[in-house]
């Protein structure tokens, strides 16, 4: 079973298109977050939920706005995409307790 | 910023100990140092994490020192799986936010 699912995989998009990431954890953890990777393989935090609450909003266009439904989803959804916008986007959960995170596969953004 | 600095690039002899060290001289009392490795293009995943003690697990061990300034992740016996990208990352206190730096790339050879 997969502990951090991302869908999907792969995303193609024109520019000032808007479009969804989701993520899904089966670990029981109670806290989430977003990470981009981009081309220079820097990754940064973008967002953090714990139990459904934003708790990290780190400098991000507000054209990116982060949804948890509840606490093992917590969906990206970026509008007016950019070609800035190119990159990987990692899920990640972990436990609050300070257990280490468990990230997901990635999903590989290209703007075009 | 990283509160971490490590070398960029390393190289292993397959079979041997592959000693990755780290620098964190502004690390608090109440901060883990974790270390996570990213193969190719996959999703980083967790190796070990320590405090002060030292640590092993399956994977690795991690010996921090008495200070706490720096410490080393050991992988004992390195195969070519283990070429990847190793951050080591101190935990913002307080918070729940990892800030990962440039890694290592360590590269084991046949």
């Known amino acids: 079973d997969t502990a951090v699912s991302q869908t999907p995989k792969y995303l193609v998009t024109q520019m000032g298109n808007d479009k969804s990431i989701k993520c899904e954890q089966n670990l029981g953890h109670d806290t989430m977050y977003w990470y981009k990777q981009d081309s220079k393989k820097f990754l940064k935090i973008m967002f953090s939920?714990?139990?459904?609450?934003?708790?990290i909003n780190e400098t991000v266009p507000n054209r990116f706005s982060p949804k948890s439904p509840d606490k093992a989803h917590l969906n990206l959804h970026i509008n007016s995409l950019e070609l800035g916008d190119s990159a990987v986007y990692f899920c990640?959960?972990?436990?609050?307790?300070?257990?280490?995170?468990?990230f997901g596969s990635g999903t590989r953004l290209t703007v075009v | 910023d990283a509160k971490t600095t490590q070398p960029p690039s390393m190289d292993c002899a397959e079979g041997r100990a592959a000693n990755l060290p780290c620098n964190h001289s502004?690390?608090?009392?109440?901060?883990?140092v974790y270390w996570y490795r990213q193969i190719h293009s996959q999703g980083p995943q967790y190796i070990i994490h320590?405090?002060?003690n030292n640590e092993t697990n399956e994977m690795a061990s991690l010996i921090i020192t008495e200070d706490r300034k720096s410490s080393t992740l050991i992988l004992p016996h390195a195969t070519l799986r283990d070429t990847a990208v190793y951050y080591c990352?101190?935990?913002?206190?307080?918070?729940?936010?990892?800030?990962f730096g440039t890694g290592t790339r360590l590269k084991v050879l046949a």
């Open positions: 990640a959960s972990s436990q609050s307790t300070g257990t280490g995170y468990t």
């Open positions: 502004t690390i608090s009392g109440n901060e883990y």
């Open positions: 320590g405090l002060k």
């Open positions: 990352i101190v935990r913002d206190g307080g918070t729940y936010k990892y800030i």
């Open positions: 939920y714990n139990n459904k609450e934003l708790i």
